[in-house]
């Protein structure tokens, strides 16, 4: 049943999620993770504490779909790739290499840095606070 807007609940809901996780990823390029609260992302996409937590559990979560939902589009993106290469009758090991190679450094361009800590089953690690850090540079290059 659509509402006011037009739109169906489950349509409301599907957008709200996906500008909480397009969200998330800027404040995790600017912030990092660590210092990304549920409070800066659901401001940042526009919305309360309670939208965010109608739609995630918590930030870890958010995470993992965001994740996910990269995933999914490199997936797709050499999916297209492979059935263009075959519909073409060309070599497609030498080409799907390079394209899966192409859309990974694409899905990662603009993340610059994400914190978080890694758990370690070696006490001494977890003693000296073991972190790891990735960082992307804007123009794709890696800055560690």
Known sequence: MATASGLTRAEK??????ALLDAAARVFVERGFQRASVELIAAEAGFTRGAF????ASKE????ALCARSAESTIAAVRERVTSIEDRGLDAAGEVLQTE????????TGRQIIET????RDAGARAQGSRTRVSRRRDGSGAG
């Open 101 to 108: 190679t192409a859309t990974v450094g694409t899905t990662i």
């Open 117 to 120: 800590p890694i758990p370690s």
């Open 13 to 18: 809901q599907a957008r709200t999620r996906a």
């Open 53 to 56: 937590y109608s739609n995630f």
């Open 61 to 64: 979560e958010l995470f993992l």
